[in-house]
C-alpha cells in the first residue's frame, strides 16, 4: 500500500477518497510510512505529528483524507513546533498559538497535515542546510543541494512522501527548489493568498504564500482552495473570471513569449545547462504555436532594485531578530544567529526609517519598469529559473565561507526568480529538461501581474507536450 499511493498526485487521491476506495486514514498511514523509510537518508523533515494527524478528521472538502507537509516557516499550527531553522528555537521548542489563515484554509480544504519540513535559518538562503537541523538532500543527487528556502519541502513531494507540500517564496524559495528536485513551483500574484492574521505583508511586498507539487492540476487546485482575500488583509488580488482549475487544458491562444538567459542586473550568461533548458522549453512553445523570440528585457537590468535589496535585507533580519526576542521574551543577541544572518542583523540596526521608504520608492519605481514589459511586448517571459545546476551541499552551508561571500552566492543563485517577488507577478517553474548528470533544470514562466490563468493554461499545454509525471529520483 506504501507505494501504491506514492505517485498519485494529491488530485488522484482525493479522487480515491472520494469514491470509496481507500479511507483517509489508509492514505496518512501510507504516507507516514514513506517519510519514516525516507527522511533518515534525506533529512526533509524537522518535526512531525503523526498521532495528531491520526486524530484529526478530515474536512469535506476537494482533498479530503490527502496527506501533506507543511514548510518550517509561516503557515503556523497551533500547538505545533515552528522554528524556522533557528538553533534558539528548536533549543527552547517554541510552538505556535494559533493557526494561520493559510493553514485554516488548508485544513478546510481537506489536506491532513503530517509534520514540517527542513528550511534554512530565517528562510534567507537557497540552500537547505541550516545549522539547527542539517542538510537536506537532494534526491537526484544526495551530494547536491535540493535549493531553498523550500527545500525540506520540494524533496517530500519529489521522492513520493506526500503528493504536495507547502512553501513560501519571498525570492525564488518555491520556484528554485521546483527546478532543483524536478516539481512544479508556481509563485501566486502578489496578495493572491493572506498572510493573516498575524501578518499583512512580511518582508516588505516580497513574501507569496503557495505549494510545490507534481502536477499542474494539483497546483491549480490548491490556488483555487487557498486563494482570497481574509479579514484586515492590507490589499489583495483581483479574484479570477473562473477556477484555476477550470483553465488545465484551456486553449490558452497564441502567445508572445520573449526568452532571456542572462542574469538580470549583472549580465551574467547562464549555466549551459539553463540556456539549453529555455532553448528546449522555447521550441516546445513554438511548436505548440506561440510566438517565441529572444528578448532583451533590458528594464530587468535597471539599477533600481538591485541598489536597494542589501539594505532592506538587513532591515529585515533585524526586525526578525527583535520580533523573536519580543515573542521570547528575552532580548536575543546576533550570536544566536548563523554567520550571515548574525552580519546582516547587525548591519539593518543603522538602516533609517528614511533609508527603508526611499529602498521601497525605488523599487516598486524599477518594478513598474518591468511590468510595464507586459503591456504591449510580452505575454510570458521565459527563463532559467536557475543559472546553474544545483550546487555541491556545502559549498554554500552557513559556515562554508564568509558571510559576504555567502550573500554573494545567494543573490547569485536568485538572479532569475527575485525580481518577480518586487513586481508582485506570478511566476512558475517547471521541470522541462534533465542534464547529462540526471538532474532536472527548471524553467521559468513569467506573466503579467494577476494572470497565473495564463501560467496555468501554458503550463499544462507544456506538461502535455513533454510530460515529467513518470521521471523519479534515486532516491524515493
Known amino acids: ?15 480515491l477518497v472520494r469514491r470509496g ?3 483517509p486514514r489508509e492514505l496518512l498511514d501510507a504516507a507516514i510510512a514513506r517519510i519514516e523509510r525516507l527522511d533518515g537518508e534525506l533529512n526533509a523533515v524537522v518535526s512531525t505529528r503523526f498521532e495528531q494527524a491520526r486524530r484529526e478528521v478530515a474536512a469535506d472538502g ?7 507537509l507543511l514548510k518550517d516557516f509561516l503557515c503556523h499550527t497551533a500547538g505545533d513546533p515552528v522554528h524556522g531553522g533557528m538553533r534558539v528555537l528548536r533549543e527552547r521548542d517554541w510552538r505556535a498559538p494559533a493557526d494561520s489563515h493559510l493553514a485554516t484554509r488548508l485544513r478546510a480544504a481537506g489536506f491532513v497535515f503530517c509534520g514540517r519540513t527542513n528550511t534554512p535559518e530565517l528562510a534567507t538562503s537557497i540552500t537547505t542546510e541550516p545549522l539547527a537541523s542539517g542538510a537536506t538532500r537532494n534526491p537526484w543527487d544526495p551530494t547536491r543541494s535540493p535549493g531553498g528556502s523550500s527545500g525540506g519541502s520540494a524533496v517530500a513531494v519529489a521522492t513520493g512522501m506526500v503528493p504536495v507540500a507547502h512553501g513560501n517564496d519571498m525570492a525564488g524559495s518555491i520556484r528554485i527548489p521546483a527546478s532543483a528536485c524536478g516539481l512544479v513551483g508556481l509563485k501566486p500574484s502578489r496578495a493572491r493568498t493572506s498572510l493573516g492574521p498575524q501578518f499583512g505583508e512580511y518582508w516588505g511586498q516580497v513574501t507569496h504564500e503557495h505549494v510545490l507539487t507534481r502536477s499542474v492540476r494539483d497546483t491549480a487546485a490548491v490556488l483555487d482552495a487557498i486563494a482570497g482575500a481574509a479579514p484586515g488583509d492590507p490589499y489583495t488580488a483581483p479574484p479570477p473570471v473562473r477556477p484555476y482549475r477550470e483553465e488545465v487544458g484551456a486553449d490558452p491562444g497564441q502567445l508572445r513569449v520573449g526568452f532571456r538567459t542572462t542574469a538580470p542586473g549583472t549580465g551574467e550568461a547562464a549555466h549551459a545547462d539553463s540556456v539549453a533548458a529555455v532553448e528546449h522549453a522555447a521550441h516546445l512553445l513554438e511548436s505548440l504555436g506561440h510566438r517565441v523570440e529572444p528578448t532583451a528585457a533590458a528594464a530587468l537590468d535597471a539599477p533600481g532594485m538591485f541598489d536597494t535589496m542589501p539594505a532592506l535585507l538587513a532591515a529585515v533580519v533585524t526586525w526578525e531578530l527583535d520580533a523573536w526576542s519580543q515573542r521570547l521574551g528575552e532580548q536575543l543577541p546576533s550570536s544566536v544567529l548563523e554567520p550571515m544572518n548574525a552580519m546582516l542583523a547587525e548591519a539593518g540596526r543603522s538602516v533609517t526609517a528614511t533609508q527603508w521608504l526611499a529602498g521601497m520608492t525605488a523599487s516598486q519605481q524599477w518594478a513598474r519598469g518591468v511590468a510595464a514589459l507586459w503591456d504591449g511586448e510580452l505575454d510570458l517571459l521565459l527563463t532559467p529559473t536557475m543559472p546553474a545546476p544545483p550546487a555541491k551541499l556545502g559549498e554554500l552551508a552557513p559556515d562554508a565561507k564568509p558571510p559576504e561571500e555567502l550573500i554573494a552566492g545567494v543573490g547569485q543563485t536568485a538572479a532569475f ?5 518586487i513586481t508582485g507577478q506570478p511566476a512558475i517553474s517547471l521541470p522541462l529538461r534533465w542534464n547529462a548528470e540526471g538532474l532536472p533544470t527548471g524553467v521559468q514562466l513569467v506573466a503579467a501581474q494577476n494572470r497565473e490563468d495564463v501560467l496555468i493554461r501554458v503550463a499544462a499545454q507544456l506538461e502535455q507536450a513533454a510530460p515529467w509525471a513518470e521521471r523519479r529520483p534515486a532516491v524515493r
Open 1 to 15: 500500500m506504501i507505494d501504491e499511493f506514492a505517485w498519485l498526485d494529491a488530485t488522484a487521491q482525493a479522487d
Open 62 to 68: 476537494p482533498f479530503r483524507g490527502v496527506p501533506m
Open 21 to 23: 476506495e481507500v479511507t
Open 417 to 421: 526568480t527575485a525580481p518577480f517577488n
